[in-house]
């Protein structure tokens, strides 16, 4: 059968690997001692968790230590699991469709981070659920996106609109917006620029798609995502900062955990802007994109079966 978990346990093999290993290959019965825990406290930084929940988790741990005679692995990995769902509650972020008018989704965030690709493989994702799904190729500013936009929604059988190499991207935006509208598409996904020539004109362009969106539907967009390379761990923390202070945004979407060790950053990222994470890229293939499941995450992150540390 197919299981979400076994894509999450895949994805996050990397940052699963140094965190077990430090425990000595696995959260079993072995008892553990202070150099374990050490270790453990060592891996979960290193996994760029950032300091105030590696402390919480290496806390709760020691407490529970003082209290048991021995404490198993699997009892340290249950606690580590425990802290983390309690450090994500709430960062589950679900869409939601509106009716009568297209759901907007703009992709945000630096070049390289994986809008192009979020936007190919969210709307391949919405297209098989069975929505009407239109691309907005907006990043006017690189003709790769486009021309990479384009052939994405030709492999995967999307509809796209896109603009010409230096058109101007909210006109694109605009575009696309009606022709959504006008023939009942669900969503339309919006790829956007990740540089222009300084950061103020990238956020004026974000803001113009947004101001000539909003003339006509003034919730539009619906969903204003950052795509942040996750494997950059907790350097991109200073980056979603920027683009929350200076854009406002509503949600996340991690990419490219699948090729990092440094898996634990969106929680660090979460932690400090609380922005619920929609998605997570976990692979190259359009599948690869879930749906952010905390459960999922915290199981494949302490190398823990499904349901294992549920009480
Ligand atoms: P953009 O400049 O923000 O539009 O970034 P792109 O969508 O072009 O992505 C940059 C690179 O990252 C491409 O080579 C993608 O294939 C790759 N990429 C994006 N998401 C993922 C992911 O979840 N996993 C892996 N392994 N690669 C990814």
């Known amino acids: ?7 999450f346990k895949d994805g996050l093999t990397k940052t699963a690997q140094s965190i077990v290993a430090s425990v000595g290959g696995m959260f079993g019965i072995k008892p553990i001692d202070t150099s374990t825990l050490d270790k453990l406290e060592e891996s979960l930084f290193s996994a760029d968790f950032g300091l105030p929940t590696t402390e919480e988790i290496l806390g709760e741990i020691r407490l529970a230590m003082k209290k048991e005679k021995e404490l198993r692995g699997q009892e340290a990995g249950r606690i580590g699991a425990t802290v983390l769902r309690r450090v994500l509650a709430g960062s589950e972020g679900t869409l939601r469709f509106v009716e009568g008018s297209p759901t ?9 981070s994986g809008k192009t690709t979020t936007a190919a493989k969210l709307g391949f994702d919405l297209a098989e659920d069975g929505r009407k799904v239109l691309l907005a190729a907006c990043d006017t500013f690189r003709a790769a996106a486009i021309e990479q936009l384009k052939s994405w929604a030709s492999r995967l059988k999307l509809e796209i609109i896109a603009g010409q190499h230096g058109a101007d ?4 935006a605009f575009d696309a917006w009606q022709a959504a509208r006008a023939r009942g598409f669900d969503a339309l996904l919006i790829d956007t620029a990740g540089r222009l020539h300084t950061k103020s004109n990238l956020m004026q362009e974000l803001a113009k798609i947004r101001r000539v969106l909003q003339k006509h539907d003034p919730a539009a967009p619906h969903y204003s995502l950052l795509v942040v390379d996750g494997s950059l761990g907790s350097n991109s923390i200073e980056q979603a900062r920027v683009f929350h202070r200076e854009f406002g945004l509503n949600g996340l979407v991690v990419t490219k955990l699948d090729g990092t060790s440094k898996g634990g950053a969106l929680v660090a990222i979460y932690r400090e802007l ?13 599948e690869d994109l879930q749906p952010f499941s905390i459960d999922n995450y915290v199981h494949a992150v302490f190398g823990l079966e499904e349901a294992q540390d549920r009480n």
């Open 169 to 172: 991207a909210a006109a694109v």
């Open 1 to 7: 059968m197919f299981s979400l978990f076994k894509k």
């Open 104 to 112: 907007v989704i703009a992709l945000i965030g630096v070049n390289g």
């Open 274 to 286: 609380r922005l619920p994470i929609y998605f997570l890229g976990l692979g190259e293939k359009p």
